[in-house]
């Protein structure tokens, strides 16, 4: 069952993801630890995907499908992949539904909190697109690009919301406690 985590730059839902997959063994792929380990070893694609990151800007749509087409496609639907940074835009989602098995994208999570709450975040975390320019902008290119997918997902009946403005512990159970609700709901006798 593919999980696809939405929610604005800074809302947590990377940390939550990772413990998550860590406690329950679910599998978990982030485009954006994907993308800076491109960066980091300087591969062609790193060096391409570098200029939009550093901008705050989104990657190129073509180059973010080619990067997850084989691992969504190969998702069996008793485990779960928690997708953490792709869809970002409508053609990514649409996408996604091509590439993953007839039925696989079961659930999203919504992890919303204040644009305040964020702000300070994402400030205090210092990585190198944090900066308070690029931290602004990314937010504004979320709400313009990304959020729209909240819709996208409410009207196919999968979208789940969580409050990501109280405390990791709590926010990791609820986390937890939905996507094994879906897992239960659309894959289990
Ligand atoms: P955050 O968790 O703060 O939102 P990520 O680590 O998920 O940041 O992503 C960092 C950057 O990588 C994004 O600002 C964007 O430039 C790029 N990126 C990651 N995933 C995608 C995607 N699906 N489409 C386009 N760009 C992406």
Redesign the pocket.
Known sequence: MITVLLG???VG??TQAQAAAASQGWMHM????M??DEVGRGTELGLQ?DQ??RR????P?DV?VDMVAVRVSQVPSKEVLLL??????LP?SEALVAKAPSGAIGLSVYFRAPDEVLVQR?LSRGRR?DAREVVRH?LAVYHETTEPLVGFYREQGILREIDADRSIEIIQEDLVRTVQAALEANFLP
């Open positions: 604005p730059p800074g839902k990377g982030s485009t954006g630890e993308l800076r995907a939009f990151m705050g800007d989104l990657v749509d973010m953490d940074g792709f869809p970002r835009t990514q994402l697109d990314r």
